[in-house]
Nanobody, 125 residues
């Protein structure tokens, strides 16, 4: 079955950077769009960034554009999220998602996805 394992979270000061990773297994990674979501305490899960199956198209939430970068390495079955210029408002559990549908773009229906267990990112002011 599909497994998604996130890593790379931690405690960082405002202005700092992290690189989150999500290792996928269970099916052909390069066939599926991938995304990152996050959920802050007391808030709903929100979209952060997504990338299509090929890696050529990506999409970002307005709140993270120019600070976060999503990428994928299909040879390593891994998607990354480079997070720079972190702000306390970025504190959340970050989740990796894999589209259940084949060969879709970053604007696919993320309600139809597999999910990882999340990695905590805490930004101190």
């Amino acid at each position: 079955q599909v497994q998604l394992v996130e890593s790379g979270g931690g405690l960082v000061q405002a202005g700092g950077s992290l690189r989150l990773s999500c290792a996928a297994s269970g099916r052909t990674f390069s066939n599926y769009a991938m995304a990152w979501f996050r959920q802050a305490p007391g808030k709903e899960r929100e979209f952060v960034a997504a990338i299509d199956w090929s890696g050529f198209r990506s999409d970002y939430a307005d709140s993270v554009k120019d600070r976060f970068t999503i990428s994928r390495d299909n040879a390593k079955n891994t998607v990354y999220l480079q997070v720079n210029s972190l702000e306390p408002e970025d504190t959340a559990v970050y989740y990796c998602a894999q589209d259940k549908a084949l060969l879709r773009g970053p604007d696919t229906d993320w309600g139809n996805s597999y999910w990882g267990q999340g990695t905590q990112v805490t930004v101190s002011s």
